[in-house]
Structure formats: C-alpha cells, structure tokens
T-cell receptor, first 118, second 110 residues
Framework: EAGVVQSPRYKIIEKKQPVAFWCNPI?????LYWYLQNLGQGPELLIR????????DSQLPKDRFSAERLKGVDSTLKIQPAELGDSAVYLC????????????????FGEGSRLTVL | GNSVTQMEGPVTLSEEAFLTINCTYT??????LFWYVQYPGEGLQLLLK?????DKGSNKGFEATYRKETTSFHLEKGSVQVSDSAVYFC?????????FGKGTMLLVSP
C-alpha cells in the first residue's frame, strides 16, 4: 500500500513569492491534515478535511494561506505571498475518517515539504 | 484545550542504557495517546499507542502506559541501540486531531 505522498520535498523561494504544496493521501482515507513543523518543534495543525470539507481551519492564517481538497482526494496548500517566517516543514497526513476511528486511529504522515524563504 | 508536555532534549545515552522520556498531557474527555518517532531524514511514523486508561502500548522494545491518574504516558526502553537515535514525539488524539509535544531528541552512542 502506497503511503502519503507529498511534493515537492524541498522548495527555496524568495520572500513575497507564491508557493504550493501537493499531497496525495492513502487510498480510501477520508480525513486529510496539513501540519506545520517549525525547527525544533512539534507539528501544529493548520487544517483538517473530512472528504472535501474543511472542518477545522481555525489555525490557518487565511490572509496568506489557502488550501483545497477537490473531489475529496488530493490536496494543495498554497502560500501567497511567502514571508521569511514561513520557512518550515509542511506535513500532510491522512487517516481513515472520523466516523470510523475519530480518536483512536493512527495518522499516517508523508515525508514533508521543506520550505526555505530567502 | 488539549496540550502535551514532554521533557526537553537532547537525551544522550550509551548503547544498552535504560531510556525514559517523560510525557504529560492536559485534555478534555478521553483522548488516545501516541508516541511517534522521526528518524533523520524521514517522516513521522507511529511507534506505539494506547486508547484508554491503564492500556500499555509496546513496539520494538519500547513501552508506554496510559496513566489517567497522573495524566502521563512516559516512554521507556530497557536497552537502547544506536539505531534508536531519533526525535520522539508524544501526542494525544481528541476530536479527530493529533496534538503533539515539542519532541525529544535521543542520541545513542556506541
């Protein structure tokens, strides 16, 4: 079974430029998460999708960040414009779905997309 | 809200030493508790979990017991190996979302 796939693995951009990250979750997983991991810190939730609906985006900085999950499968996270403080690793994760294992199931993580803003 | 506190690292041990990484949590309701591990250059992967009080999760020689009375989920291993060098994250899952601690780096020398 293929795991969670993210791209690109690494991205270097100048500040004020846009950037986008893509995530393909494990097949059949209804719930998709984007997490932000700053250096030396634990991951922090940005947004959670149940199918194509964003059910928790309270931590997403909506002035510059946006996300979408069309058709309830792949997802894209965009930053426009990027700032120096956005340098971090952006993690995508998926799980079977809240209806099945809302607080007991495992989240499966991709390898992350490391963003460097110069 | 939910939160996780774990001991700061790095934890530096010699091979075959005993390991404890402390983790305490604050949560409403009845969360599940997890330990995830991040090896150098790799993504987060589940190490073990416990879904209710007094459950013991175990994997690869690591163990942790869900202690509701002390709100703790300490990670232990009797004899660490160099290959255990990684960052370990304690996490709780409530309302479908994982909340992580800051992580503890473990360095094991031969």
């Amino acid at each position: 079974e293929a795991g969670v796939v993210q791209s690109p693995r690494y991205k270097i951009i100048e500040k004020k430029q846009p950037v986008a990250f893509w995530c393909n979750p494990i097949s059949g997983h209804n719930t998709l998460y984007w997490y932000l991991q700053n250096l030396g810190q634990g991951p922090e939730l940005l947004i959670r999708y149940e199918n194509e609906e964003a059910v928790d985006d309270s931590q997403l900085p909506k002035d510059r960040f946006s996300a979408e999950r069309l058709k309830g499968v792949d997802s894209t996270l965009k930053i426009q414009p990027a700032e120096l403080g956005d340098s971090a690793v952006y993690l995508c994760a998926s799980s079977r779905g809240a209806a099945m294992d809302w607080n007991t199931g495992e989240l499966f993580f991709g390898e992350g997309s490391r963003l460097t803003v110069l | 809200g939910n939160s996780v506190t774990q001991m700061e690292g790095p934890v530096t041990l010699s091979e075959e030493a005993f390991l404890t990484i402390n983790c305490t949590y604050t949560a409403t309701g009845y969360p599940s508790l997890f330990w995830y591990v991040q090896y150098p250059g790799e993504g987060l992967q589940l190490l073990l979990k416990a879904t209710k009080a007094d459950d013991k999760g175990s994997n690869k020689g690591f163990e942790a017991t869900y202690r509701k009375e002390t709100t703790s989920f300490h990670l232990e291993k009797g004899s660490v190996q160099v290959s255990d060098s990684a960052v370990y994250f304690c996490a709780l899952r409530g309302y479908s979302t994982l909340t992580f601690g800051k992580g503890t780096m473990l360095l094991v020398s031969p």
